[in-house]
Nanobody, 122 residues
Framework: QVELVESGGGLVESGGSLRLSCTASGNIVKINGMGWYRQAPGKQRELVAFSNTVSTEYKESVKGRFTISRDDAKNAVYLQMNDLKPEDTAVYYC?????????????????WGQGTQVTVSS
């Protein structure tokens, strides 16, 4: 199996910064992409940033403020969030597109972390 564990959420004032971390573990053969989604109360889960082997994409409203980075040697992805705004308040979920080993070979799946709360006060 594959497990994603996030850390780094918390409470911060408007204009502040936070850095989220996520590490994948398990029978990993290859990580084809990792990123971050978020879900605010009463809203659908949305893409914040995602990095795969060919491209990186960001939600329009976080461009210039958030930066995604990966450490493939550690199976980790990070999200540096600067100039945070109250509308960034949400539960942030790590997401991975991961090829895992199976008894018959390998299989690709989409995996989620448990989520970490980010709250930005005005």
């Amino acid at each position: 199996q594959v497990e994603l564990v996030e850390s780094g959420g918390g409470l911060v004032e408007s204009g502040g910064s936070l850095r989220l971390s996520c590490t994948a573990s398990g029978n990993i053969v290859k990580i084809n992409g990792m990123g971050w989604y978020r879900q605010a109360p009463g809203k659908q889960r949305e893409l914040v940033a995602f990095s795969n082997t060919v491209s990186t994409e960001y939600k329009e409203s976080v461009k210039g403020r958030f930066t995604i980075s990966r450490d493939d040697a550690k199976n980790a992805v990070y999200l540096q969030m600067n100039d945070l705004k109250p509308e960034d308040t949400a539960v942030y979920y790590c997401n991975g597109l991961i090829l895992r080993a199976t008894t018959w070979g390998s299989a690709q799946g989409i995996y989620w972390g448990q989520g970490t709360q980010v709250t930005v006060s005005s």
